[in-house]
C-alpha cells in the first residue's frame, strides 16, 4: 500500500493543530514535519515544541524530516516530542552508523535522506540499519518545487538495494509530488509520498487532494 504524508511545511502556520486534524480526517497515513534550521538550508521552521503541541491532536505518524546541520543533537528533542520516524541527512553525518543507531536506540524509527545530488551507493553501508530512506525529489529547502524526473532511476536503484536486503524498508519521495508525478515514483519503487503544496493548496481540500494521490498510483 502506498502512503500519503502530508507536508506540514505547506499547511496554514497559524492553526497547525487543526491542520494536522485536517488531513487525519482526509485519510491521511502519516504527517511529515520538514524541520529546517537556516544553516543547511535557508529556511528555518519547526521546533520541537510546535511538534510536541500538535501530538496529542491526532494518532497519526509523525516522522521529522530533519535538513539541520547538527542532527544529533536535534534528534533526541523531536522523538521526546512524539515523532515516531526521525530522517537525517547522510549530508550531514560524518558518522552515520552512530547517528542511525542513536536514533534507534532512543526509541525511534531511523531513516536516511539523499539529496538530489548523492548517489543511492553512499548509503550502501546502512541499509541493514535503516527502517525508511527518503530519496529528496527537489533539492530541500522550499515548498512548491518543480519534481525533478530523472532522479527516478536513483529510486529504482534504492529499490533494488532494500529488496536486496531482505528487509521492510519503506521507501519516500519527497518534492514536486503531485498526482501527475507520483505513478512515475511509486512506478520506480517508492512507498510513501510526501505532498504539501498539493494536498494543502488544492482548491477542493486535503481529502480530494489526498484521493487523487492515492488514485494516481
Known amino acids: 500500500m502506498v502512503e500519503i ?3 506540514m511545511l505547506a499547511a496554514d502556520a497559524s492553526r497547525l493543530g487543526d491542520e494536522c486534524q485536517r488531513v487525519a480526517d482526509a485519510g491521511a497515513h502519516r504527517v511529515h514535519w520538514d524541520v529546517m534550521d537556516g544553516v543547511f538550508v535557508p529556511n528555518l521552521t519547526f ?3 510546535v511538534v510536541a503541541a500538535c501530538r ?3 494518532d497519526l505518524h509523525f516522522e521529522a524530516h530533519l535538513m539541520v546541520v547538527k542532527p544529533d543533537e536535534l534528534a533526541p528533542r ?3 516530542a512524539g515523532c515516531d520516524t526521525v530522517l537525517i541527512h547522510s549530508e550531514t553525518c560524518p558518522h552515520l552508523h552512530r547517528s542511525l543507531a542513536a536514533i534507534a536506540e532512543a526509541g ?3 531513516g536516511v535522506v539523499l539529496n538530489p545530488h548523492t548517489p543511492a551507493s553512499s548509503i550502501s553501508e546502512v541499509m541493514a ?3 525508511e530512506v527518503l530519496v529528496m525529489t527537489v533539492n530541500p529547502g522550499f515548498g512548491g518545487q518543480r519534481y525533478i ?4 532511476s536513483k529510486i529504482a536503484a534504492v529499490r533494488k538495494m532494500i529488496d536486496g536486503s531482505g528487509r521492510s524498508i519503506d521507501l519516500e519521495v519527497d518534492g514536486g509530488i503531485t498526482a501527475a508525478t507520483a505513478t512515475a515514483a511509486v512506478g ?12 494543502f493548496g488544492h482548491r477542493d481540500g486535503p481529502a480530494v487532494a489526498i484521493k487523487e494521490l492515492a488514485s494516481s498510483v
Do not use: K
Open 129 to 131: 540499519m535503516v527502517d
Open 108 to 110: 525511534a524509527r531511523c
Open 78 to 80: 523531536y522523538i521526546e
Open 149 to 152: 524526473a530523472s532522479i527516478e
Open 56 to 58: 496529542s491532536l491526532v
Open 5 to 7: 504524508a502530508p507536508s
Open 47 to 49: 521546533g520541537p515544541d
Open 188 to 199: 520506480a519503487g517508492a512507498n510513501v509520498l510526501v505532498a504539501g503544496s498539493a494536498v
